[in-house]
């Protein structure tokens, strides 16, 4: 490349279609763990599946063992918080809006709690499923919910693979050089490890990577977007900013690629010629990383 063009075409031009590991897929472990926490319960749920006197048959499970009640949430509700209290709207047509508390959590079940969660049961859809014997076992059942929820950390662990990737070259660069190195580096960190005063643009800010050559700190941050959005513009202009805030005193290392720029170039292009420094993956396999550093 002769000039800065060329160099953010090349950018553009070698972005990466994808940084899916298998990792990105189902935390397995983390599936069975959750279920086995509440496998005694399920299966002494499964004692209804089929029954034909559902509703008294409920009852008198319940009533044996009060415990059970605390896992039915989990048959239907997964918001990653084990919610157990509930404020239903179950009626709003008479102009009033009308709930209903529903909490699973008591220690002590009356007769009136015990018809409230049958309720529950009956409204959420759950009854149904379990005598219609579509499921033949609920254990199974939450195996599969289980998997479904982790499903959702999709977009956490693509960013996590992302500084997986990073990692592995600026740990093989720090032992080359014998430099050193934090991951998910507050201001605070920085200042208890190594003494230097690094400001921040927000207090929630955690810089990526962080690298000490013994002269002066690198400063890392990374992303991967492999579709477009609205959010690829804040991103670019939020780094701009953070170039900023750092004021030169620190050497500022942007590492960003996917797709998603493909279409989002315009913001890419007014930090790539503000900042100093914006590589991509390829730019990193080619050893830009190394030159920099």
């Known amino acids: 490349c002769q000039n800065e063009d060329e160099v953010f075409d090349y950018l553009i031009s070698n972005l990466k279609p994808s940084i899916i590991l298998w990792s990105y897929f189902v935390n397995w472990d983390k599936v069975f763990n959750n279920t086995k926490k509440i496998e005694i319960a399920l299966n002494n749920l499964n004692y209804l599946i089929g029954k034909e006197d559902f509703d008294n048959e409920f009852k008198f499970l319940i009533k044996e063992n009060p415990e059970i009640a605390k896992v039915i949430p989990a048959l239907v509700v997964r918001d990653g918080s084990n919610t157990n209290k509930f404020n ?17 959590s008591k ?6 709690d015990i018809e409230k969660y049958l309720t529950f049961v009956k409204e959420s859809g759950l009854k149904d499923l ?31 693979s992302m500084e997986s990737i990073i990692d592995f070259f600026i740990k093989d660069i720090c032992e080359s050089k ?14 208890q490890e190594w003494g230097y005063d690094v400001p921040v643009d927000k207090s929630s800010r955690r810089y990526d990577f962080v690298i000490n050559t013994g002269k002066e700190l690198v400063i890392f941050e990374t992303n991967f977007y492999g579709g477009s959005g609205s959010k690829l513009k804040s991103t670019a202009g939020e780094y ?6 750092l004021n ?10 996917g797709y998603g720029w493909k279409s989002t170039a315009r913001p890419l292009r007014e930090t790539f010629n503000h900042n100093d420094y914006l590589i991509s993956l390829n730019m990193v396999e080619k050893g830009v990383l190394d030159k920099i550093i």
């Open 107 to 112: 220690k002590e079940i009356t007769d009136g």
């Open 240 to 245: 701009r900013d953070l170039f900023n805030v």
């Open 88 to 104: 239903i709207l179950v009626d709003y047509k008479n102009k009033k809006l009308v709930y209903e508390e529903y909490d699973f």
């Open 178 to 191: 014998e430099y050193k190195y934090l991951k998910e580096a507050t201001s605070e960190k920085i200042k």
């Open 248 to 257: 030169g005193k620190y050497k500022f290392i942007w590492i960003t690629d």
């Open 130 to 160: 379990i005598i219609s014997q579509k499921i033949k076992n609920l254990v199974d059942y939450m195996i599969g919910v289980e998997a479904g929820l982790d499903s959702n950390g999709r977009k956490n662990r693509g960013g996590h």
